[in-house]
C-alpha cells in the first residue's frame, strides 16, 4: 500500500515493474506479492494519465493490467475483476470473491474494483473500499491511492485534508517528488518527524 509515490513519479517508465520489484522486495518476497505492487503501482500510473471528465475506455483499463501481470494468481484475479464489473455484481458480492485479506492477490484486485465501481467519487470508492469487512485500512488505503491519482486532490473533502497529521510535511514532500519529476528544484528537505 506504500507503492503510490513509485506509480506517479515513474507512470511514465519503460522499467516500471522493475522499480516496483525494487520497492517491494525490502518487506514482500513472494512473486505474487511483488506482482501485486507492480500492477498497483501500474494502476496509479494509468490512473493519472487520464482525463477524469472522460470515461475510462471500457476493458481497456484491466486489460492492461492483465497484460503487466507477471503471475498466473493475479492474472485470475484480474479477470474476476473484469467479470464482475462487467456483470455489474455489487460490492457486498465481490468482495469475498476477490478477497480482502492481507495477502497482495487478496486485497489488490478488491482495491482495484471499488476504484473502478465508483471512478468518480473518491468518498464512494473509500467507503466501498472499507466497508465491506476485511483488511479496511490498506483496501481503503489502496484504493483512494488510485482514486486520487485519477481524480486529483480536489476530490478529496476538504474537512478531511485539514484533519490530516503532519498534512504541511506530507504536502511538501509531494511537492518535492514532483519537483524531482519534472527535474526543477524543489523545496528544501524537510525533516520528517517519527
Not at 511514465?12 to 518487506?27: C, G, I, K, N, P
Not at 455489474?88 to 482495491?111: E, I, K, N
Amino acid at each position: 500500500m506504500r507503492i503510490a509515490p513509485l506509480g506517479l513519479f515513474y507512470h511514465d517508465a519503460a522499467d516500471l515493474y522493475e522499480q516496483a520489484e525494487r520497492s517491494a522486495t525490502v518487506t514482500h518476497a513472494h512473486p505474487i506479492g511483488v506482482d501485486g505492487a507492480a500492477i498497483l503501482a501500474r494502476t496509479i500510473a494509468l490512473a493519472v494519465e487520464l482525463d477524469p471528465q472522460q470515461a475510462i475506455p471500457g476493458g481497456w483499463f484491466v486489460e492492461d493490467l492483465l497484460a503487466f501481470a507477471r503471475t498466473a494468481e493475479m492474472q485470475d484475479k484480474l479477470e474476476t475483476v473484469r467479470h464482475l464489473l462487467a456483470h455489474d455484481t455489487p460490492a457486498q458480492m465481490a468482495a469475498p470473491r476477490l478477497g480482502q485479506d492481507l495477502t497482495a492477490h487478496g486485497s489488490v484486485p478488491f482495491a482495484l474494483y471499488a476504484f473502478l465501481r465508483h471512478v468518480h467519487s473518491f468518498e464512494e470508492c473509500l467507503f466501498c473500499a472499507t466497508l465491506n469487512g476485511g483488511d479496511r485500512d490498506t483496501l481503503g488505503a489502496m484504493a483512494c491511492a488510485i482514486s486520487g491519482a485519477y481524480l486529483g486532490i480536489q476530490a478529496i473533502p476538504s474537512d478531511w485534508r485539514a484533519r490530516l497529521e503532519n498534512r504541511q510535511v506530507i504536502e511538501a514532500l509531494a511537492l518535492q517528488l514532483a519537483a524531482m519529476k519534472q527535474d526543477q528544484p524543489g523545496p528544501p528537505n524537510i525533516p520528517i518527524r517519527e
